[in-house]
């Protein structure tokens, strides 16, 4: 025990020194900061962003415009991950695809966002192809509606739940499926009973990250609301960048975290019930 | 039949999504007119002149890149040792060790860029390097961990132990035996942790200045106002430097995703 501790004590010294300085340290000056209103010990900053009923709005379509994103880029992610793994069988070509999905990931948000600024905008492609199919008679205003963020965050997600599914789906050995089917079960059986609940954690960890990224991004909403839809980590910036109220800014900084984390806590919550009650069947 | 055409349609569709932004970027960086064009019209490499012609592009990618590698490197030099650490030792609270040093990935960075400014600023650091220098240190350093964790096998542990039982002193034993066994890890992580650094605006902006600011707070604060093919062509290089990292990953150590050769 104690001779695991010297050995390990030299090794994280630095690491933790590190983190309590630079990670732990800022976060409690801000959960203090937002305790304190005129210099005294309040709660009148964390009254000031729960009892106003613009702040309920704002989080309002936070959440809406993140749980539509993370249904979303499921619906889209999952078929996409499957075929690239289970129907794509050229090892040349997957390896392309996993490059191109990868490549999104690596780029910038701000520049991801700003392609979708030229597409989605009056004169856009988009517009362009609506209108010229037929699918529109005028074009459609994208940027500054909740549509238009969704789809950025849509494409910029989109990556992280085609991963994890796909490394699950991966993982899976398909000598599972070829027995379900010998035994008789039709293809959609065989993925309902078998190949789906085996890759479930891979789909609820890509889920969970997509959702907790969809309610912090502060970047593609701001690019592509057009000023017009705010988002909560839009709210945060202000405080710090042109009010400079850490106080206020700090409550909404710990309403924006507690959030993420009770959602982020109950997801893997509802993950881990489903997996075993599911073991349990 | 139908099913599997459907799924067919539906992959490339949403590959096609995945990819299309990108191409307008590259594609309407070439353009001859004034404004951006997709599909460009003309050709001409007059943006990217512009852009090498304007100094504080250059100051800002140098500004960047400088970040990215010294936070890379630091992450490594940190991230490493907790590494072996948590792996090869017990010791309490080594489950809240760990969920301390990886939950920079669930925080919001808006929330750590908000924390950091205010606590720099009490220091006397505020938008100076050394903010934006530690707060990209924390953010990065979960992908070191994650990908050095898995390496730090039983297996492995036993070759170390051989070396220990042979005579070598801990060092040579790192030097010699971890690390080698442990590369692709390394080189992984260390890509992801500077590809992180490098696009990294949510937490980087409320540290940087006019004159002190990296290549995505820079376009950043210039979309919002101009849209000109200038910003295409600085865009193009950032997606350059994407696809050279994960090139040089792929290379290297493989991209070992949606495969089963683990």
Redesign the interface.
């Known amino acids: ?1 104690s001779a ?2 010297n ?2 004590l ?3 010294a ?3 020194a ?2 309590i ?7 409690i ?2 959960v203090s ?1 937002s305790l304190m209103a005129g210099g005294v010990p309040s709660l009148g900053n964390y009254a000031r962003v729960l009892l106003d009923q613009y702040h309920w709005d704002v989080l309002a379509a936070t959440f809406r415009i993140a749980g539509l994103t993370t249904v979303a880029c499921a619906l ?2 999952y ?7 289970r ?1 794509v069988k050229s ?1 040349a070509l ?2 392309t ?8 990931l ?7 966002s ?6 989605l905008g009056r004169n856009g ?1 988009v517009n362009d192809a609506l209108v010229g199919v037929g699918i529109l008679d005028r074009p459609m205003r994208f940027l500054g509606t909740e549509l238009g963020i969704v789809i950025g965050l849509v ?1 910029i997600l ?2 992280f739940i085609v ?1 994890a599914v ?2 699950a ?3 899976v050995d398909p000598a599972l499926e070829d027995a379900s089917s010998d035994l008789g079960a039709t ?2 059986d065989t993925f309902r009973t078998v190949t789906f609940p085996l890759c479930l954690p891979g789909l609820m960890s890509g889920i969970v990250m997509v959702f ?1 990224l969809a ?5 593609t909403p ?2 592509l609301s057009g000023g017009k839809i705010t988002v909560f ?1 839009m709210l ?2 202000q ?3 042109t009010v400079f109220d ?1 106080n206020y ?2 409550a909404l ?1 710990m309403t ?2 507690v959030m ?2 009770v959602l ?1 806590g109950l997801a893997g919550w509802i993950g881990n019930a489903g997996a075993t009650g599911r073991k349990a069947q | 039949m139908i ?2 055409l459907l ?2 349609v ?2 490339w569709s ?2 096609a ?6 191409l ?2 590259v594609g ?1 960086s070439f353009t001859a007119t004034s404004y ?1 064009a ?1 599909p460009p019209q003309g050709l001409t490499l007059a943006w990217y002149g512009r852009m090498l012609g304007d100094s504080s592009y250059l100051a800002a990618f140098g500004t960047s890149t400088l970040l990215a590698l010294v936070a890379t490197a630091a992450a490594l ?3 490493v ?2 590494a ?2 948590i792996a ?4 309490p609270g080594k489950k809240f ?1 760990l969920s ?2 990886m939950s ?1 990935l ?14 720099c600023a ?1 220091l006397g650091l505020m938008r100076s390097f050394t903010a934006l220098l ?2 990209h ?2 953010i990065i ?1 979960p992908f070191v961990l994650r990908s050095v964790l898995p390496q730090l096998t039983p297996e492995q542990r036993a070759l170390e132990e051989a070396s220990a039982d042979l005579g070598a002193r801990p060092m040579e034993t790192f030097f010699l035996v971890t690390l080698p066994q442990i590369r692709s890890g390394l080189a992984s992580g260390a890509i992801f942790a500077f ?1 992180s650094s ?5 937490l980087s ?2 540290n940087t200045t006019a004159e002190m600011t990296t ?2 707070v820079k ?2 604060n210039y ?2 106002y101009t ?1 000109d093919p200038v ?1 295409a062509a600085v ?1 193009s290089i ?2 350059g430097v ?2 050279l ?3 040089i990953l ?1 290379l290297t150590v493989g ?1 070992h ?4 050769r683990r």
């Open positions: 025990m695991a501790m050995r390990a030299p090794l994280l630095a690491p933790v590190f983190f300085a630079f990670f732990a340290v800022p976060m000056v801000v900061s889209l992610g078929p996409l991950a499957y075929y690239l793994v129907v090892a997957r390896r695809c996993v490059i191109l999905l990868v490549l999104p690596f780029t910038s948000n701000i520049v991801r700003f392609g979708w600024m030229v597409l492609l494409y989109l990556p991963l796909g490394n789906l991966a993982a293809p959609f907790t309610v912090s991004a502060y970047v701001a690019l980590p945060i910036f405080q710090y960048s850490v800014g700090g900084s924006l975290l993420t984390l982020v | 099913t599997r799924l067919r539906v992959s949403v590959m999504y995945l990819i299309l932004p990108l307008v970027i309407s951006l997709f030099l940190l991230g040792p907790a072996l650490a090869r030792c017990e010791f060790l301390l040093l920079p669930v925080l919001p960075h808006v929330v750590l860029g908000a924390a950091l400014l205010q606590y009490a530690v707060g240190i924390v350093m590809i490098w696009i990294n605006v949510e902006i409320f290549i995505p376009l950043f979309v919002q849209i910003i865009s950032t997606i994407a696809a990292a994960i090139i792929d991209l995703l949606l495969s089963d």
